[in-house]
């Protein structure tokens, strides 16, 4: 199994360009979340689906960040614009459940400038 | 909401030193626990969780946690320390009858000691 695939790795932007970051799940997992990380907030919870269908997205710090998940297989997070206090290292996971454990990808490492 | 209470910042044992690293948490219903570990740059990798049953859980790497429910606790365990645990430790709680929402907390660095 290839695990949760995410890209790109890394991206330095510019502040007010548009970011988009992608995450292909694990096949047969029906659970999706984005999570981001920093030094200051620790692991926040962005957004999460269950079947590609958006359950709790009260994490989404504001209209700038928007996430899709058009099939089972595939999830972006968009953030537009950009700003500095927007870079961190984003994480996709996938679970085999609802209520399972959490199977992470290597993250994105954002840098706006 | 839901709530995971890891106190202390960094762990520091010497190598072949028992290591524990703790975890309170607090929900409203009956908790799902999981701890996971972090190496730099590097996603998480799931190492235990406690769903239900016997309270001690035996998980990758030697690792086991420790269900108490009177103390709301889920620490984490190592009988004998590594060089290569030296990493950071997530604790974290879903809240089954919550809003299912996965808590996590803030991470422990752990430094094991040659």
Redesign the interface.
């Known amino acids: 199994d290839a695990g949760?695939i995410q890209s790109p790795r890394h991206e330095v932007t510019e502040m007010g360009q548009e970011v988009t970051l992608r995450c292909k799940p694990i096949s047969g997992h029906n659970s999706l979340?984005w999570y981001r990380q920093t030094m200051m907030r620790?692991?926040e919870?962005l957004i999460?689906f269950n079947n590609n269908v958006p359950i709790?997205d009260s994490g989404m710090p504001e209209d700038r960040f928007s996430a899709k998940m058009p099939n089972a297989s595939f999830s972006t997070l968009k953030i537009q614009p950009s700003e500095p206090r927007d870079s961190a290292v984003y994480?996709c996971?996938s679970s085999p459940t609802?209520?399972g454990?959490?199977?992470?990808?290597?993250?994105s490492r954002l840098t706006v400038l | 909401a839901q709530s995971v209470a890891q106190p202390e910042d960094q762990v520091n044992v010497a190598e072949g030193n028992p290591l524990t690293v703790k975890c309170t948490y607090s929900v409203s219903g009956n908790p799902?626990l999981?701890w996971?570990v972090q190496y730099p740059?590097?996603?998480?990798?799931?190492l235990l969780?406690y769903i239900t049953g016997d309270n001690l859980v035996k998980g990758s790497y030697g690792f086991e946690a420790e269900f108490n429910k009177s103390q709301t606790s889920f620490h984490l365990k190592k009988p004998s320390a590594l060089v290569s645990d030296s990493a950071l430790y997530?604790c974290a709680v879903?809240d089954?009858y919550g809003?299912?929402?996965?808590?996590?907390?803030?991470?422990n660095q752990v430094v094991v000691i040659p």
Do not use: C, I, W
């Open positions: 949760v979340f620790g692991l919870l999460y709790d994480f996971a609802s209520t454990e959490l199977f992470f990808g290597e993250g | 799902y999981f996971y740059n590097r996603g998480l990798q799931f969780k997530f879903r089954l809003n299912n929402r996965l808590a996590f907390g803030k991470g």
